[in-house]
């Protein structure tokens, strides 16, 4: 099982990674720039080198990046398309760099547009990326919880976008646990969830798992991550999801309200109930 946070790489790729096994985890998440958009810091290809021999080591899993929140395919604005589409251009060719596979990306915000004219602009702005994605990476469809004008909080929305790009195998899925309640998907029947998830997605497409408790109840469309056991979900719950054969073989991370003591504690209680 590949367990870990998401942590802070403003020191680097290494002290990410050195933070992570102190954790005990052996994956983790991270943005590629300021989530609230801004530039990158500079690769340092000794950096990377040091980053990915510890992770060799200590037997990492895949590791996910996280496109900043800034971004936004389904904008009415063009520059703000132009924007998003060129900004993770420059992110998939660093995680390339970095040797980092996954790219995790909020599906967008329609802003009034309706969902219809939303999905089919991110259509759009994912060909175009997808034409020349770097080996070696994907881009992960976040699905969300629906706040607001927010696409991609049902399985259909992720699916039409797939299809909107002939089913490209640079493509795969995160669904989150928190944003998953929120859109009404119950996953105290994980069995009818999972059914649901392989009919209309495939299961093949899903690439990573943030394992988040929710602050608020079943198809609140409210996206605010609780600490494992103290939201909607329970520790009952979070137990079945993380024992499942099939999330398991995908990176679990945690986005929980926490620093990184309390992630930690998380990672070795995630470990206890998982087997
Ligand atoms: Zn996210
Ligand atoms: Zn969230």
Not at 15 to 39: D, H, W
Not at 225 to 236: I, P, V, W
Request: hydrophobic residues 40%; charged residues 25%.
């Amino acid at each position: 099982m590949w367990i870990g946070a998401h942590v802070s790489s403003a020191q680097g790729l290494t002290a990410a990674v050195k933070t992570v096994i102190e954790m005990q985890g052996n994956t983790f998440q991270f943005f590629t720039r300021n989530p609230r958009g801004g530039k990158a810091r500079a690769l340092d290809s000794e950096d990377i080198r040091e980053a990915n021999k510890l992770m060799k080591i200590n037997n990492f899993g895949p590791v996910v990046a996280h496109a900043p929140y800034t971004y936004n395919l389904a904008s009415a604005k063009k520059n703000v398309r132009a924007f998003s589409r060129l900004t993770l251009k420059d992110d998939l060719l660093r995680i390339k760099a970095m040797g980092v596979p996954y790219l995790v990306l909020h599906v967008g915000s329609h802003g009034g547009q309706g969902e219809e004219k939303g999905l089919a602009l991110v259509g759009e702005g994912l060909r175009g990326l997808l034409t020349d994605l770097p080996e070696g990476t994907m881009i992960l469809l976040e699905g969300m919880a629906g706040q607001g004008t927010e696409l991609g909080y049902t399985f259909e929305h992720l699916v039409q976008i797939i299809q909107a790009c002939d089913g490209h195998s640079g493509l795969g899925v995160c669904l989150d646990s928190c944003h998953l309640t929120g859109a009404g998907y119950d996953l105290a029947d994980l069995a009818g969830f999972k059914d649901e998830f392989e009919q209309v997605v495939g299961w093949e497409r899903l690439k990573a798992f943030h394992l988040n408790d929710s602050l608020y109840p079943l198809a609140s469309k409210r996206d605010r991550h609780a600490k494992l056991g103290e939201g909607h979900l329970g520790l009952e719950i979070i137990k079945k999801i993380v024992r499942d054969p099939d999330i398991q073989k995908v990176p679990l991370i945690l986005e929980t309200p926490h620093d990184n003591l309390g992630y930690a504690q998380e990672i070795a209680l995630v470990k206890k109930i998982s087997s």
